[in-house]
């Protein structure tokens, strides 16, 4: 500092006047874009009509000169009381996005604005102070603000200086890169870490206060320039004469803080709930770069449908490979199978020549004496098995016949009455007439046995249960035994009369044998073919009438009784 005959002042003013050249805005307000005023050395005087933008631009001087807790101009809020820069007051975040209006909705407050809506924005105030040897100062204050930035320190800011002329639009550069120190600098300003030493770096270059006095100039001017109307002197001596106390300023200090609390408590929770929307974003990212790996590797092998795929070559080089494996498996098992195979016949062959060792030592020891003796025994078992079934034939006919054969005599005393009748020429004829005669009894006694029991029941239905009377017997109809026919033998030796037997055939009706020495007896009985000594006579039992037999006489060439008296009684 230099001690002059006006007090002290900064030793960097060299005793000289700053003059303010131009101010360039951008993205300031309703001033959309990059925009500069230029200023006359002597004077210069801002007119227009209401919304022209009067105010916006010495709301940028301030926003660009003075500190965070200095309103902006009190035409441009409209006279609402709040916080100086707080929600309800212009702020820094309304000037950037370029604010028109507001409007109620059922979400809430919707803010129409010129840029910044659901992106992101930045806006900057410049200043070059012009000295009367021909240097430049330049003061610089830019914002980054975010989309999602709803208080001031949401969003990134700028403040530096250079002692240079400056275009303001070359920020635009860095703004791309969210405005950082390296940007800045890169841009060819000297970033400043605090507003207090922006503020006291521009005070002590412009020369604005003495001996550290500043910030008090600059808030007297802030209140000279605010435009406010003052009716009264106690309004003049509070607003531009007095200063404001202490306390109040540390009550404003404290209000801050705790408005910086809430801010940040505020920063805190959304934080908070930014994580938590957040958090599964890697994973999800992940799987985003999985499922595009994945898909890019299908798009690259392509489809098994496309012959000329990597797909189709993989499948059938792994078809290939499988059909390898199972050819090499069945080698194996094939390979297993062979040794197997000629271990089994190695011991087929081992046990073959011991049979063989085994059947010439049998041979030495007598042993095709006893393949004779086994041979003999299976032919004789052949001859007996055959001789037991002609046997079993034999009984057959002879219990169709009703004869028995006790002894060997009787057989061939029965072999000999079959030779005589079959040398007899009538003797079948006489078999088929008697067979067909036996069949038409049978048909006649069936036919009085249905007759008789339809006759029993009709009087059993028409008697009372009630009646006192003894019911009257029928007369008994004597069921006839059925006669059975005579058994076709089996044609074992059709040449041979070697058995008697009673052959059936169908009745001829046409012509009759003549009566020869065997005469027939016919009836609706029954009928009996009696073969017994000669000048015998047959029984007339009951018994004896009601089956048909061939029985064996005692004699050779014995023939049947002829008297009347053999024959069966009829019967209806």
Same mark, same amino acid.
């Given at each position: 500092?230099?001690?002059?005959?006006?007090?002290?002042?900064?030793?960097?003013?060299?005793?000289?006047?700053?003059?303010?050249?131009?101010?360039?805005?951008?993205?300031?307000?309703?001033?959309?874009?990059?925009?500069?005023?230029?200023?006359?050395?002597?004077?210069?005087?801002?007119?227009?009509?209401?919304?022209?933008?009067?105010?916006?631009?010495?709301?940028?001087?301030?926003?660009?000169?003075?500190?965070?807790?200095?309103?902006?101009?009190?035409?441009?809020?409209?006279?609402?009381?709040?916080?100086?820069?707080?929600?309800?007051?212009?702020?820094?975040?309304?000037?950037?996005?370029?604010?028109?209006?507001?409007?109620?909705?059922?979400?809430?407050?919707?803010?129409?604005?010129?840029?910044?809506?659901?992106?992101?924005?930045?806006?900057?105030?410049?200043?070059?102070?012009?000295?009367?040897?021909?240097?430049?100062?330049?003061?610089?204050?830019?914002?980054?603000?975010?989309?999602?930035?709803?208080?001031?320190?949401?969003?990134?800011?700028?403040?530096?200086?250079?002692?240079?002329?400056?275009?303001?639009?070359?920020?635009?550069?860095?703004?791309?890169?969210?405005?950082?120190?390296?940007?800045?600098?890169?841009?060819?300003?000297?970033?400043?870490?605090?507003?207090?030493?922006?503020?006291?770096?521009?005070?002590?270059?412009?020369?604005?206060?003495?001996?550290?006095?500043?910030?008090?100039?600059?808030?007297?001017?802030?209140?000279?320039?605010?435009?406010?109307?003052?009716?009264?002197?106690?309004?003049?001596?509070?607003?531009?004469?007095?200063?404001?106390?202490?306390?109040?300023?540390?009550?404003?200090?404290?209000?801050?803080?705790?408005?910086?609390?809430?801010?940040?408590?505020?920063?805190?929770?959304?934080?908070?709930?930014?994580?938590?929307?957040?958090?599964?974003?890697?994973?999800?990212?992940?799987?985003?770069?999985?499922?595009?790996?994945?898909?890019?590797?299908?798009?690259?092998?392509?489809?098994?449908?496309?012959?000329?795929?990597?797909?189709?070559?993989?499948?059938?080089?792994?078809?290939?490979?499988?059909?390898?494996?199972?050819?090499?498996?069945?080698?194996?098992?094939?390979?297993?199978?062979?040794?197997?195979?000629?271990?089994?016949?190695?011991?087929?062959?081992?046990?073959?020549?011991?049979?063989?060792?085994?059947?010439?030592?049998?041979?030495?020891?007598?042993?095709?004496?006893?393949?004779?003796?086994?041979?003999?025994?299976?032919?004789?078992?052949?001859?007996?098995?055959?001789?037991?079934?002609?046997?079993?034939?034999?009984?057959?006919?002879?219990?169709?016949?009703?004869?028995?054969?006790?002894?060997?005599?009787?057989?061939?005393?029965?072999?000999?009455?079959?030779?005589?009748?079959?040398?007899?020429?009538?003797?079948?004829?006489?078999?088929?007439?008697?067979?067909?005669?036996?069949?038409?009894?049978?048909?006649?006694?069936?036919?009085?046995?249905?007759?008789?029991?339809?006759?029993?029941?009709?009087?059993?239905?028409? =008697? #009372?249960? *009630? +009646? %006192?009377?003894?019911?009257?017997? @029928? /007369?008994?109809?004597?069921? $006839?035994?059925?006669? !059975?026919? &005579?058994?076709?033998?089996?044609?074992?030796?059709?040449?041979?009369?070697?058995?008697?037997?009673?052959?059936?055939?169908?009745?001829?009706?046409?012509?009759?044998?003549?009566?020869?020495?065997?005469?027939?007896?016919?009836?609706?009985?029954?009928?009996?073919?009696?073969?017994?000594?000669?000048?015998?006579?047959?029984?007339?039992?009951? =018994? #004896?009438? *009601? +089956? %048909?037999?061939?029985?064996?006489? @005692? /004699?050779?060439?014995?023939? $049947?009784?002829?008297? !009347?008296? &053999?024959?069966?009684?009829?019967?209806?």
């Amino acid at each position: 500092m230099l001690d002059t005959l006006f007090g002290l002042i900064p030793a960097a003013s060299r005793g000289q006047q700053w003059l303010a050249e131009d101010l360039q805005l951008v993205n300031w307000g309703g001033y959309d874009g990059a925009h500069r005023v230029r200023f006359s050395p002597e004077a210069t005087l801002l007119c227009g009509g209401s919304g022209s933008g009067k105010s916006t631009l010495m709301d940028a001087y301030i926003a660009l000169m003075m500190p965070h807790t200095t309103p902006f101009n009190g035409a441009s809020n409209g006279g609402v009381t709040g916080r100086p820069r707080g929600d309800e007051q212009r702020n820094i975040l309304s000037y950037g996005r370029g604010k028109l209006d507001e409007s109620r909705t059922e979400d809430g407050t919707k803010m129409r604005v010129l840029r910044g809506d659901g992106e992101d924005t930045w806006t900057a105030v410049a200043m070059t102070w012009l000295d009367h040897d021909g240097s430049r100062f330049t003061a610089v204050r830019a914002w980054y603000i975010p989309a999602g930035a709803r208080v001031l320190e949401d969003t990134v800011r700028v403040r530096a200086t250079t002692d240079r002329a400056f275009d303001l639009s070359s920020l635009e550069q860095a703004a791309a890169l969210r405005l950082s120190d390296l940007a800045v600098k890169n841009a060819g300003l000297d970033p400043v870490g605090t507003d207090r030493e922006f503020s006291a770096r521009l005070h002590a270059v412009l020369g604005i206060g003495a001996a550290g006095a500043g910030a008090k100039a600059m808030s007297l001017l802030a209140r000279i320039q605010a435009g406010q109307q003052i009716t009264t002197v106690d309004d003049l001596y509070k607003r531009l004469v007095l200063e404001e106390p202490e306390t109040m300023t540390t009550a404003d200090a404290v209000v801050a803080h705790f408005d910086g609390l809430e801010s940040t408590r505020t920063r805190m929770l959304t934080a908070r709930q930014q994580v938590g929307a957040l958090e599964p974003i890697r994973e999800l990212r992940g799987k985003i770069a999985a499922a595009a790996e994945r898909v890019q590797l299908i798009d690259e092998v392509g489809g098994f449908s496309d012959p000329a795929s990597v797909a189709t070559l993989w499948r059938a080089d792994r078809r290939l490979g499988l059909l390898r494996e199972v050819e090499t498996e069945l080698r194996d098992r094939k390979n297993a199978a062979d040794i197997t195979l000629r271990e089994k016949r190695a011991l087929a062959d081992a046990a073959e020549a011991e049979r063989d060792g085994l059947v010439d030592v049998l041979r030495l020891s007598g042993g095709d004496r006893l393949e004779t003796a086994q041979r003999e025994l299976r032919e004789v078992e052949r001859r007996l098995t055959a001789v037991q079934r002609n046997r079993d034939v034999l009984d057959g006919d002879l219990r169709a016949l009703d004869v028995e054969i006790a002894s060997r005599d009787e057989f061939t005393e029965l072999v000999g009455r079959a030779r005589a009748e079959l040398a007899d020429a009538d003797a079948k004829a006489r078999a088929r007439s008697a067979f067909a005669d036996a069949a038409s009894a049978e048909k006649g006694i069936a036919r009085t046995a249905t007759c008789a029991r339809s006759t029993s029941r009709s009087r059993r239905a028409t =008697s #009372s249960p *009630s +009646s %006192s009377a003894a019911p009257v017997p @029928s /007369s008994p109809t004597p069921t $006839p035994r059925r006669a !059975p026919a &005579a058994r076709s033998p089996t044609p074992r030796r059709p040449r041979r009369a070697s058995r008697a037997r009673c052959r059936s055939s169908r009745p001829r009706p046409a012509a009759r044998p003549p009566a020869t020495a065997t005469s027939r007896v016919r009836s609706r009985s029954p009928v009996s073919c009696w073969r017994g000594p000669r000048g015998s006579t047959p029984t007339t039992s009951r =018994s #004896s009438a *009601s +089956s %048909s037999r061939c029985a064996p006489s @005692s /004699s050779r060439g014995a023939r $049947p009784s002829t008297s !009347p008296s &053999a024959a069966s009684p009829r019967r209806c």
